[in-house]
């Protein structure tokens, strides 16, 4: 006997569509009337196409004032300089004179025309290298400890106070080094400086007064640091988290982790903030003048007096006693023009090659 199965079907309900909103059902009159309002002022506006232009004209034309303003500077450096160039030549750079009654180098010797640069080059160089010794190693461990060990509470107000170093006016400080850190260096620091290490030569016991190379390197160090910590601070912030966490997943201490994983691959960029940091270093002029010295000698020591590219500019410039003068003084300009610049942007470029595509604050 054969068994009919029924045969059961299930009907599954069809989902019913939701009413729409009101917001997104046919606009209503006023929004009509909303909508012909903005169309009508687009149309009643007419073309902009003459107002483009005018735009970017005016845009290109700030640009271009940029290079204008620096050839200029630079064309009237070079004219008004000739006269030394003309008698001296590069030599101006890098000879002295001799004074055959004494048989003892004259570098600058106004009165009887003879001039040399070199003594303010050695004085610049050997004041910015000694401030780069001095302000690397704390501008870097800033840093570090702003991006890497500060708590989020106290990394805002710390670098604050890192930055605002950096709009002191020069004055300010300069004052402070004549009535602050001179004496101090003078009756604490260089004693200790000369019983060490004066046996080298570079600590001699010959300047009673504090000033000197010294005491300008201390300074320009407090003035470049927080250009370097923040250049610094941006590089590593640049470095990939990845970066971290690859290092510390192999079981990294935290000085591993910073050394390896952030420090290597920010390398380029902090060396290109310390070479802007020894830009700023070499243009400086106001605080070096005040605490250097401004004798116009070569001298071995560290302690002793001498005199920077600026500062002699400053010094002289108003009252140069005959053309060659000013055009001499002129042409110590001109040499720090131009290697600001070189120096400037070799640093903008290493900094750009870490940091192109990073995010700009670090905070």
């Known amino acids: 006997m ?167 006016p020069s004055i300010i400080y300069g004052l402070w080094a004549v009535f602050i850190l001179v004496p101090l260096l003078r009756e604490h620091v260089n004693p200790v400086l000369i019983g060490l290490f004066g046996w080298t030569g570079l600590f001699n016991n010959d300047n009673p007064t504090g000033l000197g190379f010294f005491a300008a390197a201390f300074i320009l160090a407090i003035m470049i640091l927080p250009i370097i910590s923040s250049l610094t601070r941006e590089v590593m912030t640049a470095v990939p988290h990845s970066q971290r966490e690859a290092v510390l997943a192999l079981g990294a201490t935290r000085w591993e982790m910073i050394r390896m994983g952030v420090l290597r691959n920010a390398r380029i960029g902090i060396v290109g903030a310390i070479i802007l940091g020894l830009g700023r270093a070499l243009g400086e002029t106001m605080a070096v003048t005040m605490v250097i010295g401004n004798d116009p000698e070569i001298h071995p020591s560290l302690l002793a007096n001498g005199s920077s590219m600026a500062a002699v500019i400053a010094n002289e410039f108003a009252e140069a006693v005959s053309d060659l003068h000013r055009s001499a003084l002129i042409e110590i300009g001109l040499a720090l023009f131009i290697v600001t610049i070189l120096v400037n942007a070799l640093a903008r470029l290493l900094v750009w090659a870490v940091t192109r595509g990073a995010p700009a604050h670090t905070h």
């Open 2 to 168: 054969d068994a009919t199965v029924p045969e059961i079907r299930i009907s599954q309900p069809q989902p019913q569509p939701e009413p729409s909103p009101a917001h997104q059902q046919a606009p209503t009159g006023a929004a009509a009337q909303e909508h012909s309002a903005i169309r009508r002022f687009l149309l009643s506006r007419g073309n902009s196409a003459l107002a483009d232009r005018i735009f970017k004209t005016l845009m290109v034309l700030c640009a271009l004032s940029i290079f204008a303003i620096v050839l200029l500077i630079a064309t009237e450096l070079i004219c008004t300089s000739d006269l030394a160039w003309h008698n001296f030549g590069f030599q101006f750079f890098y000879k002295g004179y001799f004074d055959p009654a004494t048989g003892l180098p004259s570098y600058w010797d106004p009165v009887n025309g003879h001039f040399s640069a070199l003594p303010f080059v050695y004085g610049t160089l050997v004041s910015s290298l000694l401030a780069l010794l001095m302000a690397v190693p704390l501008a870097v461990g800033v840093a570090i400890f702003l991006t890497e060990m500060c708590p989020r509470f106290l990394r805002g107000p710390l670098a604050f106070l890192t930055e605002l170093l950096a709009a002191i």
